[in-house]
């Protein structure tokens, strides 16, 4: 009995250090950016030899040559999410309440594919898949609509714009705003659909009656994740786009397209010395806290909104209002389903 | 609509009209009004001699939407119109989700396929310069790049395993709902999913400069890299796991003066075991195709380095980089290497993905099958 005692607060011990364990790590990873970026960002610019030259050449401060690399995180992610969030929500609506009940699994699990590709992947793919392909259509706008500033300039000849990068990433953020947004459309009342149904609506107006309005805060939500990741993702833009570090609105040039903070470090980290990769260590510093801005927002959106605070119920249909669950853990019981998808989604949320 | 009484009274004359079904459109109309636009765009396309494939498609497309929508609502109503419509967009998107994903499947494998064979893993590639000749010989390989994934992702994977399944047994086996340590815990692993993959690697560059010195480039700073972004994923599948176990076994097993501990090991665990498997697994097949971490914490070389804790590391998502964006004298050679490197690290994700699949098939509870 005391042996199992003993086992016990070992065991309990062990747990909870791994649960502090996490708080330490992520401070420091706070701290250890904040040491290691502020010489660079406390450092004046013009009168440090080190940082007159290389990769940070032709700055007066930190904070004007972060300045664009930020806007050019935010316009890449930005036209990415124009792109992929309308398909990714009509993806989602698909594979919940359009494709055939037997192979809307199956559809799930293709997409969910799409975030198990490797960025890198991506990032070749685009270069000799997705810039060509662009060509005609960037040639197209910028001949008739040259006059929005959006498609002016000189137009790219061989497509490294920022467009073909907001393309790519707009796949590679596909699967995890469609496959959140799929399980807040799966957790619709079914009373209410059938109700809408029963009404004579359509199915769209069904949709729009009962399933939209429920799920609106939960794709908001996906939507701001679906940004997080796209904020973050390096390997696709460096590869893809021509940059240089400039505010500029041209989505189809070759020579004036904002860069990315993150491109922007995988470029030159390697180049870089000293105090120059400290700088670079400071833009990520940045990085990380936009991206933590973003997150906390759609957390927020998801905590204070979320119907029954259900964060994790598991894409199972929820039993009629009016049924109340204690938790999440009724979900196997309720539905009887297997575990695995439900292990699926929780790997990405 | 029209059957009035008068025709029930009188046999039928000519074909009857079945009133559930008229005023719609027939059945696959959806098919044949989209090859109607395929036919008839690219046929006017050809004509102008303009033929493009993205074009026809796309047009194609519009042309369906809009002829589908006239017929709809000419024969049906407004809204079965916009129903049509919308149904037809919806399937649209997830073409166009799958386009891509199918797309780089097939360019991956034409172009690393050729490149995939025995001497491409196992030989050490890049350039070797020969003093005497001067000459410099360049050999494909990708050894340095397997051995370097292998351990790398390998490390990170023996360090956040533990600690992901033992927080998430901290999180649903003792804290008690609403506890302060346990709502950190959870919120804070929200906030690690979020971090951007290379702020990680930054992470591990700064922490292993302060340690060793400006020289920081190694295997083991890349594996702390893919730790912080594999522990979040681990804490929450198992998390999901672990809820997912039935509270009875646990109180049966309290019941029967089974201390904690055990209870954990011997009932819990086991029952989500298949779980837990395959979240492991997912989580490695996500992060062993992380690039940027892995080029901030352990550089890149064409030198075999099996020794993770000094020195640069070589690894296939870094090899697949490098070899693009900086090939060496033989571009196209390089280009053929990162391809290949390319390749073998799908074929990797997939396979890991594919033990995943079976394990959760395999192991499934049975009554919930």
Not at chain 1, 186 to 206: I, S, V
Not at chain 2, 91 to 115: D, N, Y
Not at chain 2, 155 to 179: C, F, K, R, W
Request: with cysteine; aromatic share 8%.
């Amino acid at each position: 009995m005391v042996k199992a005692r003993a086992a016990d607060r070992i065991f309990f011990g062990l747990s909870f250090g791994s649960a502090t364990l996490i708080i330490v790590i992520l401070a420091a990873v706070a701290l250890f950016l904040i040491i290691q970026a502020v010489p660079a960002i406390a450092a004046n610019w013009k009168d440090t030899p080190s940082l007159a030259e290389g990769p940070t050449a032709g700055y007066d401060s930190f904070w004007t040559y972060v300045g664009p690399l930020v806007f050019g995180t935010l316009f890449a992610s930005a036209i990415a999410l124009v792109i992929g969030a309308p398909i990714a929500i009509g993806i989602a609506l698909f594979i919940s309440h359009y494709a055939p009940r037997r192979v809307a699994g199956v559809l799930g699990y293709l997409i969910d594919l799409l975030a198990a590709v490797p960025s890198i992947v991506f990032g070749l793919w685009g270069i000799i898949v997705i810039r060509p392909l662009l060509l005609p259509l960037s040639g197209f706008l910028n001949q008739n609509f040259g006059w929005i500033p959006l498609f002016g300039g000189q137009v790219s000849t061989v497509g490294s714009t920022i467009l073909a990068g907001a393309v790519v990433l707009a796949v590679m953020i596909l699967p995890i705003i469609s496959s959140i947004s799929r399980e807040i459309f799966l957790q619709t009342p079914r009373l209410n659909e059938e109700a809408a149904l029963a009404l004579g609506a359509t199915k769209w107006e069904m949709i729009r009656l009962a399933v939209l309005p429920y799920a609106r805060s939960g794709v908001v939500s996906a939507t701001l994740l679906g940004l997080g990741r796209a904020l973050g993702e390096t390997m696709a833009i460096a590869l893809i786009i021509s940059p240089s570090i400039i505010v500029s609105l041209r989505i189809l040039t070759e020579g004036e397209n904002s860069q990315t903070i993150a491109a922007n470090i995988a470029l030159n980290f390697q180049i870089a010395d000293g105090l120059q990769r400290q700088a670079l260590i400071g833009t990520g510093l940045m990085l990380f806290v936009i991206s933590l801005a973003v997150n906390l927002v759609a957390r927020f959106i998801v905590a204070r909104t979320a119907p029954g605070a259900s964060r994790k119920s598991g894409g199972k249909r929820r039993p009629p209002e009016g049924v109340t669950l204690p938790s999440a853990t009724s979900a196997l019981e309720s539905t009887g389903r297997p575990a695995t998808d439900t292990q699926h989604e929780g790997a990405r949320a | 609509m029209t059957t009035s009484v008068g025709s029930r009274l009188r046999p039928p004359q000519g074909p009857i009209t079945n009133t559930l079904t008229t005023g719609q459109l027939p059945k696959f109309i959806e098919l044949y009004v989209i090859a109607g636009a395929l036919l008839i765009v690219g046929g006017v396309m050809a004509l102008m001699s303009a033929f493009s494939v993205g074009g026809w498609v796309f047009l194609s497309v519009v042309l369906y939407l809009v002829a589908l929508g006239v017929l709809s609502s000419l024969a049906e109503n407004r809204r079965r119109a916009t129903d049509r419509i919308v149904r037809s967009l919806v399937f649209i998107a997830f073409l166009l989700a799958v386009a891509p994903l199918v797309s780089t499947l097939v360019t991956v494998t034409v172009k690393g396929i050729g490149q995939l064979n025995w001497a491409f893993i196992s030989t050490t590639g890049g350039s070797v310069f020969d003093p005497d000749t001067l000459a410099v010989t360049v050999s494909h390989g990708a050894l340095q790049a397997v051995v370097g994934t292998l351990e790398i992702t390998g490390i990170a994977a023996v360090m956040s395993v533990p600690i992901g399944i033992l927080t998430a047994i901290y999180l649903v086996e003792y804290a008690q709902a609403g506890q302060w340590v346990a709502r950190t815990v959870t919120f804070l692993v929200d906030v690690m999913t979020g971090i951007p993959s290379i702020v990680a690697g930054l992470f591990a560059f700064s922490l292993f400069t302060l340690i060793v010195g400006p020289k920081a480039f190694s295997g083991f700073s890349a594996s702390v890299a893919l730790s912080v972004l594999m522990i979040p994923i681990v804490v929450r599948s198992c998390e999901e796991m672990l809820r997912l176990v039935p509270h009875d076994l646990r109180e049966a097993s309290f019941a029967l003066g089974v201390s904690r501990f055990s209870t954990i090991t011997r009932i819990v665990l086991p029952t989500a075991i298949a779980g837990i498997i395959t979240g492991v697994m997912i989580a490695i097949a996500r992060v062993i195709g992380e690039t940027a971490p892995i080029f901030m914490a352990a550089s890149f070389t064409d030198n075999f380095n099996a020794n993770p804790f000094s020195g640069p590391m070589q690894t296939l998502p870094v090899l697949a980089y490098t070899g693009y964006k900086f090939p060496g004298q033989d571009i196209a050679a390089s280009n053929a290497s990162a391809w290949g490197a390319a390749l073998l690290l799908v074929i990797i994700v997939v396979i890991l993905n594919i033990i995943a699949r079976i394990i959760a098939k395999a192991f499934a509870p049975k009554g919930a099958r």
